[in-house]
């Protein structure tokens, strides 16, 4: 599976950003998808998880509320719809994917998701 992120950019504080994840090779071992995020110094960071058929959705608390993530399987790519961004949402934005070995658990472990994605920055600033 090979994951291809992209979509971040600088936006002002307040605005919004569309990630997208293009996802390619075998596209029907995966399980789980979600994106986590990652500031220099610091640990990798949960964003949000959602299940490949799209029922089951889980988010950060961080982001409860301002961001939704979504998957369509007829092209093969994920979504994050970031909105009301702030400063502490500046980070490198990675997707993530899994086959089905934890079904729905362990979904805020970065060590539980076997493909990576390279990242995409995204910069709020005014």
């Known amino acids: 599976v090979q994951l291809q992120a992209s979509g971040g950019g600088l936006v002002q504080p307040g605005g919004s950003l569309r990630l997208t994840c293009a996802v390619s090779?075998?596209?029907?071992?995966?399980?789980?998808m979600a994106w986590f995020r990652q500031v220099p110094g610091k640990e990798r960071e949960f964003v949000a998880a959602?299940?490949?058929?799209?029922?089951?959705?889980y988010y950060a608390d961080s982001v409860k509320g301002r961001f939704t993530i979504s998957i369509d399987n007829a092209k093969n790519t994920l979504y994050l719809q970031m909105n009301s961004l702030t400063f502490e949402d500046t980070a490198v934005y990675l997707c993530a994917a899994r086959g089905s070995r934890y079904g729905w658990n362990y979904l805020s472990d970065s060590g539980a998701y076997a493909y990576w994605g390279q990242g995409t920055l995204v910069t709020v600033s005014s």
């Open positions: 090779g075998r596209t029907f071992s995966t399980g789980t």
């Open positions: 959602i299940s490949i058929t799209g029922i089951n959705i």
